[in-house]
């Protein structure tokens, strides 16, 4: 598999917004699953936003939030250019992470397990000063 390229991370003042673009060139899945997630070092890696794919592309897909960014983060796709993005906005310090998108060869899950995926990028950092 080819692997993600995730781009757009960097640093924000609390209250600002980023937009992640992430290609996942070759994945042609006809009912997987494609995320995002993120990792603070010494901690787990965690679901922040996941859509179906391809079907995310459509305006009636589901999508799916951890709660802590649930009404200020919202995940998009154009399965068409295998293009998916993460527009963050009122960042919060606690947001501050190595971001990672992700490809599953498997339906979403509400709780966005990172052991469903098995393709991910290389990680794109955002950090968010107080």
């Known amino acids: 598999q080819e692997p993600l390229v995730e781009s757009g991370g960097g640093s924000v003042q609390a209250g600002g917004s980023l937009i992640l673009s992430c290609v996942a060139s070759?994945?042609?899945?006809?009912?997987?699953?494609i995320g995002w997630f993120r990792q603070i070092s010494g901690k787990e890696r965690e679901g922040v936003a996941a859509?179906?794919?391809?079907?995310?592309?459509?305006?009636?897909?589901?999508?799916y939030y951890a709660d802590s960014v649930k009404g200020r983060f919202t995940i998009s796709l154009d399965a068409t250019k295998n293009t998916m993005w993460l527009r963050m906005n009122s960042l919060k310090p606690e947001d501050t992470a190595l971001y990672f998108c992700?490809?599953?060869?498997?339906?979403?899950?509400?709780?966005?397990?990172?052991?469903?995926?098995?393709?991910w990028g290389q990680g794109t950092q955002v950090t968010v000063s107080s």
């Open positions: 070759r994945y042609t899945e006809s009912n997987g699953c």
């Open positions: 992700a490809a599953a060869r498997q339906p979403c899950k509400y709780s966005i397990p990172p052991q469903d995926f098995d393709n």
């Open positions: 859509i179906p794919f391809p079907e995310g592309s459509r305006y009636y897909a589901s999508t």
